[in-house]
């Protein structure tokens, strides 16, 4: 396997284990099952909510097992854990049920079901959960999130069903970004249809037809784009399939040993409709655990226009319709997004460093160093010592923007930053060590 592809395993695997607390949060509302906040349910305070949002509006809700069934018809709503794994909106309903009883709609067949009127929507810091399988074993198609709505974003989250279309995000034209996010599920168990951006995440597929679906026929543009991502499932799981027109991108992604020799295929169905634009599957730099496949070889100059890698980005995807990594709001409760993202080797020798804040972040401590050893780090090598950088921090300043501009770079050098918040009380959160390096 390539050393890059490690790197980005490694990175990933220490983002998905983020769980961070912190003693003060800024919000709007807070849900506590003691008590202790605003209302004891997550419905409760979506009924409080604004109608009309220009900003967006902070639920949080602080750790427990919320057994509710969402419904999202307000736009510009944030739903955010106090932990990605101890806050958990768990609810079983299984889609073939919920649509036998007289004159309904999939509207209410999701654990979290948006609207078509929504334009904006983050879940954050949680985990989402429709258990119908594991309660009854039947793993037939139930959503953990069903949703019409555009511009929906999911950060830090666990996104799991016991059975098919774990997230179904339905909007002809919507536009999804997620990112550093673990998806479980059955057969298409990620399912977009529109545009759709997702990075430094997780997949794991149960079943033996397909782990990912995509249409993207409305529009010649959509496409379904995966960076970062490391794929596993059940012995035998195949990658992908659409039933119309979609295009794929899946750039710098690591497969396990148990995907199939299977590409993204057309399934013979009676739903299914000959690809009126072909065959667009597209790869860059992706390793199987155990030996490539090659069907997955780099191809990027046979897609239209023959982007290059370095461009593709979530405002690319989006076709400059939409930059939710620079417009995103601070719901989390510690700096995430760093530009340049961790590990990151390119030519420029002069870059600004940026980050979203934390929610709760009054100003940052910024701290900027080079290695002090003379080789820099290869693509995608890794620290060898853990969490410690060659060289001491070098305290830079205390500053309230989020980002930096460290000047003319060396080329062929690693460099190191780290961004301290400083909270409401005064106190200091030690953020993440980042690198990168320039060739």
Known sequence: MKTKNLFCLIVLFSLTSM??????????????????????????????????????????????????????TKSNIAIVGEGRDSTRIVYAEL?????????????????????STVVGF?????????????????????????GWGTKIIILNCNIIADGGDTIALWHPNGMYYHSNCYFEGWVDYVCPQGWCYITD??????????????????????????????????PGFPLGRHHRDAQFYLLDCIFSENMADIPIYWPVS??????????????????????????????????????APENINA?????????????????LPFVSLPQPRNGSYFNN?????????????????????KSIYPQALKRGEKLKTGSQAPGDPVFIRNQKENYFDPGNLDTNSTYYWRVDEVLIDGSITTGQLWHFTTK
């Open 19 to 72: 769980n961070i607390i912190l003693p003060q949060d800024r919000a709007n509302l807070v849900v506590a099952q003691d008590g202790t906040g605003n209302f004891k349910t997550i419905t409760e305070a979506l009924n409080a909510a604004p109608d009309q949002n220009d900003k967006t509006f902070i639920i949080l809700v602080k750790n427990g097992t919320y057994n509710e069934k969402l419904y999202i």
């Open 95 to 115: 889609r073939r049920n919920w649509l036998a009883a007289p004159n309904r709609t999939d509207w209410g067949s999701g654990t979290i079901n948006i609207d």
């Open 122 to 146: 983050t879940l954050a810091n949680l985990t989402v959960h429709n258990n119908y399988g594991s309660l009854y074993g039947d793993h037939d198609h139930q959503f953990a999130i069903r």
């Open 201 to 234: 995440s997780k997949f794991f597929g149960h079943n033996l037809s397909a782990s990912l679906w995509h249409n993207g026929s409305v529009d010649k543009n959509q496409k379904f784009v995966i960076r970062y991502s490391y794929f596993d499932g059940v």
């Open 270 to 307: 009676p739903n299914a409709v000959t690809w009126k634009w072909g065959e667009r599957h597209y790869f860059y730099n992706c390793n199987r655990i155990g030996g490539d496949y090659e069907w997955f070889k780099d191809n990027l100059h046979e897609a239209e226009n023959s982007p």
């Open 315 to 331: 405002k690319w995807t989006f076709d400059n319709k939409w930059d939710p990594e620079n417009d995103i709001t601070s719901v």
């Open 349 to 369: 020798e002069r870059t600004q460093l940026k980050w979203v804040p934390s929610r709760n972040a009054v100003s940052f401590n910024i701290y900027f160093w």
